[in-house]
């Protein structure tokens, strides 16, 4: 086949699943399901300083910027505007896919894809903003988006897959809540990735992800298959759009570009540590996903730390090299890239990506995300397509 080719003929009879998606929460979805004493304490959007706000608690502020914002770069009636729109948009300004699994569900028969994996807004990518109250709150915060989000898997009858949150602030109640939203159904956790930035209750620092007292929780993850999703801007450490990464100097829209594209390359300092805490010579079949962190740096991150690992690393070994656990064990996801797509996917390991979306945010493909994902895809012969395309995230995430 050669790039002339329409997208329609490659993607002819692939299974089309999206490995990044997010749900723009429903002002009642923690209301909603809550226990009456706990109706007050949750997540909810209220008036606030004369302006929608999400809080939590006694009115703790969580939202991103002013407003109770969705996340929602695309409006109701279809259009994406370009530029910051979606920063004073509101829940009924934006798709109603964004926000209601139904309205999802058509449009993706519109698009021709057949799953989504789902991932959060409100409460962080990874789940960091429930730290903002006491223990027992944010578990019960946090236990009740899972019970949602199993609902939601459930009604849309599997093709919207959520990732589970889990609460990362206490190892043996992450193990509990991971086995819990397992026996739902549920495919996937998504965990904080860096809880040492925290302290525990009794003001004893968190142990990272690679020390030993989260043994239980990759044995439990190998044991049942799940895999383990790390999406960018995952803790407070790496979701900074706004902060340190862009210079003072810059308007809102140029420190955004800097902001938003160093959070892709803040993924490898993840993976990077993944790899080298030796926790993967423990547990060599445990599933890592890099989730919309793109593609083009991982080949040059791998070489670096083979190259620094050799000539570095003298007194603690490791069975493989990290360019060796990464095609063991990772796996990554893209959507915008396209120059030198081919060259991208052989190098990161057709076995190893998986094609995204991150509908409906600012930088998702839309309109016409499956003709954008096509047009690298001539070269690939059509076992190759079907992995790329849904094939991989069918294995990671158990979709029969």
């Known amino acids: 086949m050669d790039g002339r ?25 923690w209301t909603r399901h809550a226990p009456a004493a706990l109706r007050e304490r949750v997540p909810r959007v209220k008036m606030r300083n004369g302006k929608r706000a999400w809080v939590i608690d006694d009115d703790i502020p969580i939202g991103t910027g002013e407003g109770a914002q969705p996340s929602g770069a695309i409006r109701k009636d279809g259009h994406k505007p370009p530029g910051m729109w979606f920063k004073g948009a509101q829940i009924e300004d934006i798709h109603a896919g964004s926000h209601d699994w139904k309205a999802r569900l058509a449009f993706m028969d519109e698009t021709g894809v057949e799953a989504q994996i789902v991932y959060p807004n409100i409460l962080g990518f990874g789940g960091q903003k429930a730290v903002k109250v006491d223990a027992q709150l944010r578990l019960a915060v946090t236990q009740i988006f899972n019970d949602a989000m199993a609902e939601m898997q459930r009604e849309s009858k599997g093709r919207l897959l959520p990732m589970a949150l889990l609460p990362w602030w206490d190892v043996a109640l992450s193990v509990k809540e991971a086995e819990r939203c397992h026996a739902m159904g549920m495919r996937g956790i998504n965990i904080n990735s860096d809880p040492q930035g925290h302290v525990d209750e009794q003001g004893n620092r968190l142990p990272d992800l690679g020390q030993p007292a989260w043994n239980p929780l990759w044995e439990l993850c190998q044991s049942l298959d799940i895999p383990v999703n790390f999406h960018i801007g995952a803790s407070e450490q790496t979701m900074n759009w706004m902060g340190s990464q862009p210079w003072p100097s810059l308007s809102d829209e140029r420190g955004l570009v800097v902001g938003s594209t160093m959070l892709f390359a803040n993924n490898g300092r993840v993976m990077a540590n993944l790899m080298m805490s030796g926790l993967l010579d423990r547990y060599p079949k445990l599933k890592f996903v890099s989730v919309e ?3 083009g740096w991982i080949p040059f991150i791998l ?12 007194k603690v070994k490791l069975e493989l090299l990290p360019t060796e656990y990464f095609a063991r064990n990772f796996y990554a996801c893209f959507w915008f890239e396209q120059r030198m797509q081919e060259h991208m996917i052989r190098a990161v390991g057709v076995d190893n990506v998986m094609f995204e979306t991150d509908f409906p945010h600012p930088t998702c493909l839309y309109p016409g995300a499956l003709k954008h994902a096509a047009r690298g895809l001539a070269t690939f012969n059509l076992e190759e397509r079907r992995k790329i395309m849904g094939g991989n995230a069918a294995k990671v995430y158990s979709i029969a």
Do not use: M, V, W
């Not at 329609?8 to 429903?26: C, F």
């Open 303 to 314: 070489e670096a730390l083979d190259y620094q690992f050799k000539e570095i690393n003298t």
């Open 5 to 29: 080719n329409p997208a329609e003929e490659l993607l002819k009879g692939i299974r089309i699943i999206d490995a990044d998606t997010h749900l723009s929460e429903p002002h009642d979805l």
């Open 293 to 295: 962190s793109g593609l």
